[in-house]
């Protein structure tokens, strides 16, 4: 009997994280206009968020660059077709590794930051002093922060991509001697705007919604202690990255089977 009452208890206190965690999510998609009225917020987090994890996205974009410009090379040239190393770059690029990579990083540098920042304002009193003040702390703190995650991600995406093909495009013409007009010309032929970038910048969308509401919710819903915010920051980037991952899986199933 008492497993039974703990096992309905824990299914209870479950169903009751899952429904607050939805009135969030959507309370948080209704504050857009919010936002957009009050827009210096959102550029504030932009600068934050993005700025701040440029330094990452860069380096991490090139150096994979570097490997798949090598790992493509020597897989081509087996075949004879080193020339569509760029095309191999690109798609790997723009269609999996950008969005994917970009979302993971993400977690780790801003989705992190974001969770110890709410949950030290919690911590603090914060947020229920700006509830004393009559001051709705999800549409002045939470919700900015929201929708600058979802601007950030899909840009940071970009840029990861766009420096890992100059870094395709250094190990595989540069270093190797791959002709260059083989490696821009299969590149612009094969990649198609729509189906690959397209496809790309939605999964970038998703995974900056995901990221950043795990974020905010895990920092929203921390024990006010310091013990309460760290193990909330490890669960942002546990639930963030296997979120991340689970999703990429989905996404391009019902992508390329369409």
Not at 204 to 223: D, I, K, N, P, R
Request: hydrophobic content about 50%; some cysteine.
């Amino acid at each position: 009997m008492n497993f039974l009452a703990n096992l309905g208890f824990g299914v209870r206190q479950k169903l009751a994280d899952i429904g607050q965690g939805t009135r969030l999510f959507l309370r948080l998609l209704g504050l857009l206009g919010a936002c957009l009225r009050r827009f210096g917020l959102v550029r504030d987090q932009i600068h934050f968020l993005g700025n701040y994890s440029l330094a990452i996205i860069t380096v991490s974009g090139l150096f994979v660059g570097f490997v798949l410009g090598l790992q493509g090379y020597y897989t081509l040239q087996r075949y004879g077709s080193s020339s569509a190393l760029g095309l191999l770059v690109a798609l790997s690029l723009v269609r999996e590794l950008g969005p994917v990579v970009t979302a993971l990083l993400f977690a780790g540098r801003a989705g992190t930051s974001l969770t110890a920042e709410i949950g030290l304002m919690k911590a603090g009193e914060q947020l229920s002093a700006m509830d004393m003040m009559a001051v709705d702390p999800v549409r002045r703190i939470l919700a900015p922060r929201f929708w600058a995650g979802i601007i950030t991600l899909p840009i940071l995406s970009a840029v990861f991509s766009a420096v890992g093909i100059l870094g395709g495009w250094v190990v595989g013409v540069v270093m190797i001697g791959v002709d260059p007009g083989s490696f821009w010309g299969q590149m612009q032929g094969g990649v198609d705007v729509w189906k690959d970038v397209g496809n790309g910048v939605l999964k970038s969308l998703v995974f900056g919604v995901t990221v950043t509401f795990v974020a905010l919710l895990q920092g929203y819903e921390a024990q006010a202690t310091p013990e309460g915010v760290s193990r909330a920051t490890t669960r942002t980037v546990v639930v963030a990255s296997l979120s991340v991952l689970g999703l990429d899986f989905i996404l391009t199933a019902l992508m390329f089977s369409l």
